[in-house]
């Protein structure tokens, strides 16, 4: 029984390539696997295009491959003249004035956040003359060093020390900023409450009354043989 096979107009089917480029279709389909021969897929078949399967035979051949068409002439562009702005429908008074607003926008944004330079406590100097380093004792001649102010004072650290001293200075100031988060959280919430019970309250807050206590009882009034 024939197999029979759907075709398209303007494409052709693997055993059509097969028989124009004179391979085997298995060759045809590792063309296409490839990326050598481009195809449309219609769930297990594939489909040439036809001017596709002409320039590979070509190509095989060694025959020149035919010319494309050239699309649409790409319209020359006009020469600026230097001074004119592009957008000429825009006066140039009104984007001077938009440009203002803009730069305003963006200074009171700067000065509501606060973005200014943060401070920290080294400075990076380049190495003039041999400087000893106060952690590892080490002689830096050339370079840089890390100039390092401390609550003891001021130290001139190598730069594999003054490293480790900046990590372990922002390591503390994460934790304080973490604390400080965490209070300013706190103060915007409500306030806290004693989770101990209304009768230990009750025993702290009001003033406590004495206990009577009863009077000795005498053993020879309860014995009647006593009497």
């Known amino acids: 029984m024939a197999r029979l096979a759907a075709t398209l107009p303007g494409y052709a089917s693997v055993a059509r390539a097969s028989e124009v480029l004179h391979l085997a279709p298995r060759s045809v389909r590792d063309l296409i696997y490839a990326g ?3 195809s449309l897929r219609i769930g297990r078949m594939h489909y040439i295009r036809a001017a596709d399967l002409e320039v590979e035979r070509r190509r ?3 025959l020149p491959l035919p010319r494309r068409r050239r699309g649409r002439p790409e319209q020359p562009r006009k020469r600026e003249i230097p001074g004119v702005p592009r957008n000429h429908s ?3 008074a009104l984007r001077r004035q938009r440009a203002a607003e803009r730069t305003e926008l963006v200074s009171r944004w700067a000065q509501r956040h606060g973005l200014v330079a943060p401070e920290l406590p080294a400075h990076v100097l380049a190495v003039t003359e041999p400087v000893t380093c106060e952690a590892c004792a080490r002689v830096v001649h050339v370079g840089r060093y ?3 102010a401390s609550e003891s004072g001021r130290s001139q650290l190598c730069v594999t020390c003054a490293r480790r001293a900046l990590l372990q200075w922002a390591d503390r100031r994460r934790q304080e900023a973490a604390a400080a988060r965490e209070m300013a959280h706190s103060l915007g919430g409500p306030e806290p409450v004693d989770g101990r019970p209304t009768e230990v309250l009750q025993q702290v807050l009001l003033p406590q009354t004495p206990v009577e206590e009863d009077p000795p009882v005498d053993p020879a009034d309860n014995n009647p043989r006593a009497a």
């Open 90 to 92: 825009l006066d140039a």
């Open 146 to 148: 890390v100039e390092f």
């Open 36 to 38: 050598r021969i481009p």
């Open 60 to 62: 095989r051949l060694g």
